[in-house]
């Protein structure tokens, strides 16, 4: 029975091979055998079609995540890795929010409707707040880890790994000149070896390794600012 819901599911397995912003009214009237008045019924405009999609992938993301453990670092990694293993089954989604700006995070929801993209953000940076980063940090840490995952999912979709393309490139960097570009000829073999895998397992290691000096950081600089305790003048006697 056609219904928004069923209509969005639909919407959303159509994104998983083409853009979203292409997948239009017409085109699930089609996918229906109905007419498109009775997707603009169910639905309303474009943009609660589009919205309607993001607010079902960023479903998805909040719940296959575990709750919270207080370890920020455990809890971050777990949440990248959810994130981009569902994120590459939707490039379709990604290559949207990578382009648009309207419902990159919050969603047009009616009243009494969960709003996903801010229920997301409030659980990743409730991670970051937990391990006590201060909101400025905790608001560039959740920016910096959404673009990273953002980059990384798009990349690996669109088989832009370059062990996607290892024959190629080898055979590229065999043809230069050693004199000329003697660099590239020393890393070459070594590039396009490079998988989707690695690169995101190391990316992550070092975002999270970055993330952890801000609090190495501030715990320095909170040691060295701590009072230190009156030194008694020399000769003083206790009475």
Request: glycine letters at 10%.
């Amino acid at each position: 029975m056609l219904s928004r819901n069923v209509i969005i599911e639909r919407a959303s397995e159509m994104a998983k091979t083409m853009p979203l912003d292409q997948v239009s009214m017409v085109q699930l009237a089609k996918e229906f055998g109905v007419a498109p008045g009775l997707i603009h019924y169910y639905l309303g405009s474009r943009d609660d079609l589009i919205s309607g999609v993001l607010n079902a992938y960023y479903r998805r993301r909040l719940e296959a995540l575990p709750a919270l453990t207080g370890n920020w670092r455990a809890d971050v990694e777990t949440i990248a890795r959810s994130s981009f293993a569902l994120s590459r089954e939707t490039p379709g989604v990604n290559h949207y929010v990578a382009s648009h700006n309207r419902f990159r995070l919050f969603q047009s929801v009616a009243p009494g409707e969960i709003d996903y993209g801010m229920a997301l953000f409030n659980h990743i940076t409730s991670a970051f707040l937990q391990g006590g980063f201060s909101a400025d940090r905790a608001a560039l840490a959740y920016h910096l880890l959404a673009q990273y995952l953002l980059s990384s999912s798009i990349s690996a979709a669109g088989r832009q790994s370059p062990s996607e393309h290892s024959s190629y490139l080898r055979g590229k960097f065999g043809e230069v000149s050693d004199d000329r570009y003697p660099a590239a000829k020393i890393v070459g073999a070594a590039f396009s070896e490079l998988g989707a895998e690695r690169a995101f397992d190391e990316g992550l290691k070092l975002l999270l390794d970055g993330f952890g000096g801000w609090l190495e950081s501030n715990a320095r600089v909170g040691a060295r600012q701590e009072p230190r305790s009156p030194r008694k003048a020399r000769g003083a006697s206790v009475g």
